[in-house]
């Protein structure tokens, strides 16, 4: 599944994602990142910085979930796929690790990466859009920014 330019396009909005992974057991952890980014025409990598339990998840269980929404907008998308982690010794870690790092500014040290191989998307919209079907985007981001006191 390639990655679509409005998939792209929240990805650079969001300010974090959630990534849903599960054990072998099919235990579930969701966890914050917040250096992440796309890689060529249909995956996900994401910094591993303080990860040990989702790297320890992928490891048992490539099945994973992530989302993303403009907080302010409310709006995003849910990706399904494989994930797997990889080491400094990937042919492909370098190229991602500059993609990474620019998003990091230098600040977070990281020695493996998650790449997720996206197969499903669907979008996510805030309930108000939906329930009131005349919402603006520019509207939606006026009551959120009162909303969280922006």
Do not use: H
Not at 34 to 59: G, H, L, W
Not at 75 to 80: H, S, T
């Amino acid at each position: 599944m390639k990655l679509t330019a409005e998939i792209k396009k929240y990805i650079d909005k969001s300010v974090l994602c959630w990534l849903a992974t599960a054990s072998k057991d099919n235990v579930p952890n969701v966890s914050p990142k917040e250096i992440f980014s796309y890689y060529k025409t249909n995956n996900i990598i994401i910094a591993n910085i303080a990860s040990p339990q989702t790297v320890k998840n992928i490891r048992q269980n490539k099945e994973v979930c992530i989302s993303f929404i403009d907080v302010l907008v409310q709006k995003g998308f849910q990706l399904k796929g494989k994930a797997q982690v990889l080491e400094k010794t990937n042919p492909e870690f370098e190229e991602m690790n500059v993609i990474l790092q620019k998003l990091a500014n230098g600040k977070f040290p990281f020695a493996t990466i998650t790449k997720i191989s996206i197969e499903k998307y669907k979008p996510i919209i805030a309930p108000k859009y939906l329930l009131y079907p005349e919402t603006t985007e520019k509207e939606q981001i006026k009551s959120a920014k009162k909303l969280y006191s922006l």
